[in-house]
């Protein structure tokens, strides 16, 4: 029987309405591929870098070479940490 959750276990894409439906497939192959954040305490602040540095850019307040520039420099700094 089909619910609207996915399952987490690989087995279960094996057969069945999983295995035979392709439009479902795409949810197994991020599955597969799926990696996790790294466990970093700072991991939050890692990630505002980034999204300020996008925000830059889709703002036309920098060019996207210098707001990588500048999220790189900051990154390092907190990974150093």
Same mark, same amino acid.
């Given at each position: 029987?089909?619910? !609207? ?10 057969? @069945?309405?999983?295995a035979?439906? =392709? #439009?479902?497939?795409?949810f &197994?192959k991020?599955? #597969?591929? $799926? !990696?996790?954040?790294?466990?970093? $305490?700072?991991?939050?602040? *890692?990630? #505002? &870098?980034?999204?300020?540095? *996008? $925000? &830059?850019?889709?703002? @036309? !307040?920098?060019? $996207? %070479?210098? =707001?990588? &520039?500048?999220?790189?420099? %900051? *990154?390092? @700094?907190?990974?150093k940490?």
């Amino acid at each position: 029987e089909r619910t !609207k959750d996915l399952p987490a276990n690989t087995s279960a894409w094996e057969s @069945g309405t999983l295995a035979d439906d =392709a #439009d479902l497939q795409t949810f &197994k192959k991020q599955m #597969d591929t $799926a !990696k996790s954040s790294p466990s970093l $305490a700072n991991w939050t602040e *890692i990630t #505002d &870098k980034v999204d300020q540095a *996008i $925000a &830059k850019v889709t703002q @036309g !307040k920098a060019s $996207a %070479e210098d =707001a990588l &520039k500048t999220a790189q420099s %900051e *990154i390092e @700094g907190l990974v150093k940490q």
